[in-house]
């Protein structure tokens, strides 16, 4: 079993940025994929960006050229840059791997 926190969530206004992190309890290198999705209130829960091991991306029509997904090994983490951020993007987003680990989700406000 992984365990998975996420950080980084927070208030921002419409514009600005935030860097969310998912940090695992242990070694992401036999992951794949890593993604973050997100849960907006009343909506389902959406794939935002995936990251495969061999470093394939797949992101959200509505985030492309907006955020960036990445891992650092390193540190065991998964790191999603998000910018230019819209009020639309307010949601909890929760951190995955390989399709069966999740974090406990981290709520970011966008205000407009």
């Known amino acids: 079993q992984v365990r998975l926190v996420e950080s980084g969530g927070g208030l921002v206004q419409a514009g600005g940025s935030l860097r969310l992190s998912c940090t695992a309890s242990r070694s992401i290198l036999n992951f794949s994929p890593m993604g973050w999705y997100r849960q907006a209130p009343g909506k389902q829960r959406e794939l935002v960006a995936s990251l495969t091991s061999e470093g394939s991306t797949n992101y959200a029509d509505s985030v492309k050229g907006r955020f960036t997904i990445s891992r650092d090994n390193a540190k065991n983490a998964v790191d999603l840059q998000m910018n230019s951020l819209k009020a639309e993007d307010t949601a909890v987003y929760y951190c995955?791997?390989?399709?069966?680990?999740w974090g406990q989700g981290t709520q970011v406000t966008v205000s407009s």
């Open positions: 995955n791997l390989a399709l069966r680990h």
